[in-house]
């Protein structure tokens, strides 16, 4: 396109005397440089109010995880899956599943113990080796952390930084945990705010059958899944904070 503007620069200079011709290649010239206008169907114009992270728990789940990958990926949406070392062990293949679906693959605890009753080292430990299992199995370190249950406290949130860890709780709760309904969990995601982040559950079936129309929903209110990044924001969550957001991919 350049090569085509400079090739019409030149003969403007060298057709001064001819008005007619001249207005032609000027008219050419500006149909060349005119910007393209992004269609009304591309990403940036779904995401214009920015993102959301969709996040599901306690996988992988051999009742549930292909299927939940299934409807993120006919919704042509992502989300941060956080594995228990104990579930990754036991069905590495879902893991890979995730990863080739382009998901994102956090840490949740070997166990799921309650972390802040246990003590040290057994707390760091749970978390080390999950690490230690999720790197075994995709090659990559994880970088973000959920402590089960939310429960978290200042020796928690050190061990999740002495591994260089992110740790992510949420601002939405679907509650798909206490048994609600498809139509309760989208409801819940209706409500996410640019840079909120859902609580979900891998094993829940009602979230799976609720990927479709939270995707849809979101889509409708120009907001798209994202991947979970830190910020220097306090991002409230009871009566703490932690410091992450959903960012586009």
Not at 34 to 54: D, E, K
Not at 150 to 158: I, L, S
Request: proline share 8%; with cysteine.
């Amino acid at each position: 396109m350049i090569r085509h503007l400079r090739r019409l620069t030149d003969r403007l200079c060298a057709v001064p005397s001819h008005p007619s011709r001249l207005a032609a290649l000027t008219a050419a010239a500006l149909v060349v440089a005119a910007p393209i206008p992004a269609q009304a169907g591309t990403t940036s114009f779904h995401c214009r109010n920015g993102y959301v992270g969709l996040t599901y728990d306690d996988g992988p789940t051999p009742e549930t995880t292909s299927s939940l990958l299934h409807a993120l990926r006919a919704a042509n949406a992502k989300a941060t899956f956080f594995n228990t070392g104990t579930a990754a062990q036991a069905h590495p293949e879902l893991v890979r599943a995730q990863q080739r679906a382009g998901m994102w693959i956090a840490n949740h605890t070997m166990t799921h113990p309650h972390l802040t009753q246990i003590g040290e080292p057994a707390a760091f430990n749970e978390i080390a080796d999950t690490q230690r299992v999720l790197r075994r199995i995709t090659g990559d370190r994880p970088t973000l952390f959920r402590p089960p249950f939310g429960e978290t406290n200042d020796q928690v949130r050190a061990d999740a930084a002495r591994l260089k860890l992110l740790e992510v709780l949420w601002t939405v709760d679907s509650r798909d945990w206490a048994g609600a309904t498809t139509a309760e969990i989208v409801a819940a995601a209706d409500t996410l705010q640019p840079g909120g982040i859902i609580l979900m559950h891998d094993w829940a079936q009602p979230s799976v059958d609720a990927v479709p129309q939270i995707v849809n929903n979101l889509r409708k209110r120009g907001l798209c899944p994202g991947k979970i990044a830190f910020t220097p924001r306090k991002i409230p969550y009871s009566d703490i904070f932690f410091h992450a957001v959903a960012v586009a991919p």
